[in-house]
């Protein structure tokens, strides 16, 4: 801060210091490109939008930019990078320098052009004429001798899928040679996906990685930027939210990386804050507030959000009838998940619910989310029977056109429960996506756009094990969590890694024949409110009744669907019956 601001400030030069003299760009030197018409068109100089813009922690890849370009033959960058990791801001900054002369000699009277391919697509659909263009701004730099083209996103334009188009001819003609040099970008998966399988395109630059910051290189480069947005927005930005910023930022704004996310979230913020002149200091709680607001997502362990997570395990005994064990053990981990720190890159919280069909399980799920979102709409539920083929993948995870429905849903509902149904029956593709997902907080869809999850509980339900279940209870033999994992292992349908990413393995046991008949009632009682909200009439089934359709009916292979369709068919179609033939006037009760 001291060496960016004030020094300068202090010492600050007379306009004919030799240093100062020296910066100052000689007179017509942009006429030293000869003739352009083509890239005047179509090109547009590269500099920074603002004049004392900083490079913090980047000496390496901009020594390593230096070096590359002044290399004799293929003197070509490709910087690979996530979105916001800074890669624009490192072209700018170094065209910057070659501007004002800061550089190697023979960079100095380089000009930095970034071809503005959208901008050619646009003047025709003709794919000869857009080449042709394409061509004619290379033979002009070529003929200049002098220019560096910018080509950002080189991935779009290297290949010949649909939505892409193909320039690898022209990139391979020009850039072997010493009189045209490219700097391009792209992120990791589409250098993978599109650049590295081809070799024309691969073998003519020099590959540079540029990483997301570090923590304490965002805080730094969010010092410097706090400076001008003090300056810009009138506010005082204290240190303490700076840092507050650069955690939230990570938390919370996962579609971006450091510095991007951080960057984008203290602007936002100091911006909302002069609109609303409800202080002139930027505070830690105005950027929780800021997030809140936007996100609709918590950002601090509130008062009411306490009170939720001490009173959890009665709360979900109420919506869930006869799983003590796996309640506490649900209440305990989603407690410990939310108050602990250090889940910056995973999800709020991760489970696996086992047990026999009709336990409870996705009740459970559901249950969380209305209590924890106050609503059964933050649920996302993939029925997982339904992506078993590789089709299946890219209708959920999308490809170049569409975003595909777990993008909608996520970007829909970006805190919520993610319920994975029936997960051993998913495509083992999907598995590793998903496995990965718990592991990084987000996954890369099918138009390489990162997805954020770290703001969703994601809750996995699986059947597996159910017949090893009821063997043993059927020999009168207890069975436990580990018990149950140990077996899954044996026979290859989980495996260990697998099973020790989650935050909690949950066993849902059978249910007694008590539970079924107290869940009996309870769908009796839903029943008659349905009943009577449509038509003014109550109905009463007999204790006895109810006991023997169980009874003759029930089968524990089931659990609690089966007893749902047992009640539907033998009560709710007599019910139906009395209303149509007139039996039942309003205000009557139904004796079952």
């Not at 179509?42 to 070096?67: A, K, N, W």
């Not at 002098?146 to 649909?162: A, W």
């Not at 078993?388 to 996520?410: H, K, M, W, Y």
């Amino acid at each position: 801060w001291y060496l960016n601001i004030v020094e300068p400030a202090l010492q600050k030069k007379s306009w004919y210091d030799r240093e100062k003299l020296f910066s100052i760009p000689p007179i017509a030197r942009d006429w030293t490109a000869g003739y352009t018409p083509t890239m005047d068109q179509f090109c547009q100089l590269e500099m920074p939008t603002s004049y004392d813009v900083h490079i913090i922690g980047r000496q390496d890849e901009l020594s390593q930019m230096e070096h590359t370009l002044l290399k004799t033959n293929n003197a070509n960058l490709l910087l690979v990078g996530l979105e916001g990791t800074g890669r624009e801001t490192l072209i700018q900054f170094f065209s910057q320098k070659i501007y004002y002369g800061q550089t190697h000699s023979l960079l100095a009277y380089k000009r930095v052009l970034t071809i503005d391919i959208q901008k050619i697509l646009s003047v025709s659909t003709d794919q000869t004429v857009r080449l042709t263009t394409l061509g004619d701004i290379f033979a002009e730099a070529h003929e200049a001798g002098n220019v560096i083209l910018v080509i950002h996103d080189l991935d779009q334009y290297v290949s010949s899928i649909e939505g892409h188009i193909d320039c690898s001819d022209i990139l391979a003609k020009y850039a072997t040679s010493n009189q045209v040099t490219i700097i391009a970008t792209s992120t990791p998966e589409s250098y993978q996906k599109y650049i590295y399988p081809n070799k024309k395109v691969y073998e003519i630059f020099t590959k540079i990685n540029i990483e997301p910051v570090s923590v304490d290189q965002a805080i730094s480069i969010l010092l410097d930027l706090s400076l001008r947005l003090e300056k810009k927005y009138q506010l005082t930005i204290p240190y303490e939210t700076i840092v507050e910023t650069v955690f939230k930022a990570q938390q919370f704004v996962g579609a971006l990386p450091l510095p991007e996310s951080a960057v984008n979230l203290l602007d936002e913020a100091a911006s909302t804050l002069s609109i609303d002149k409800q202080s002139n200091i930027l505070t830690p709680e105005h950027i929780d507030t800021y997030l809140e607001q936007k996100l609709h997502v918590p950002t601090r362990v509130t008062n009411q959000l306490k009170q939720k997570l001490l009173t959890l395990e009665k709360s979900l005994s109420q919506h869930i009838i006869d799983q003590p064990v796996a309640i506490k053990s649900l209440s305990s981990a989603l407690k410990n998940a939310f108050v602990s720190g250090g889940r910056l890159n995973k999800s709020l919280a991760t489970f696996l619910f086992l047990g026999p069909t009709g336990v409870g399980k996705t009740e459970t799920a559901k249950a969380v989310s209305k209590i924890f979102f106050g609503t059964d709409r933050s649920l996302i539920r993939l029925d997982m029977p339904n992506f078993q083929t590789s089709q299946d993948i890219v209708r959920l995870l999308g490809n170049a056109t569409d975003p595909g429905i777990l993008t909608e849903q996520i970007l829909e509902t970006p805190y919520g429960v993610l319920l994975l149904d029936e997960i051993e029956k998913a495509n083992h593709d999907l598995l590793n996506i998903f496995l990965s997902v718990i592991d990084e907080g987000y996954f890369t869809n099918g138009r390489g756009d990162r997805v954020d999850c770290k703001n969703l509980i994601i809750i996995a339900t699986s059947n597996a094990g159910a017949d090893f279940i009821f063997q043993r209870l059927g020999s009168n033999q207890s069975i436990t969590t580990d018990e149950l994992l140990n077996e899954l292992i044996q026979k290859n349908i989980y495996s260990p890694e697998f099973l020790n990413r989650f935050d909690g393995v949950i066993m849902f046991q059978p249910l007694s024949p008590i539970t079924i008949a107290t869940i009996a009632k309870k769908l009796i009682a839903n029943l008659d409110e349905e009943v009577f909200a449509a038509h003014q009439v109550h109905i009463a089934v007999q204790e006895q009744i109810l006991s023997d359709l169980i009874t003759k009916n029930y089968n524990p292979q089931f659990g609690a669907r089966g007893l749902k369709r047992i009640i539907d068919f033998e009560i709710k179609e007599k019910i139906s019956s009395k209303l149509l033939s007139d039996e039942a006037p309003k205000g009557s009760v139904i004796n079952i």
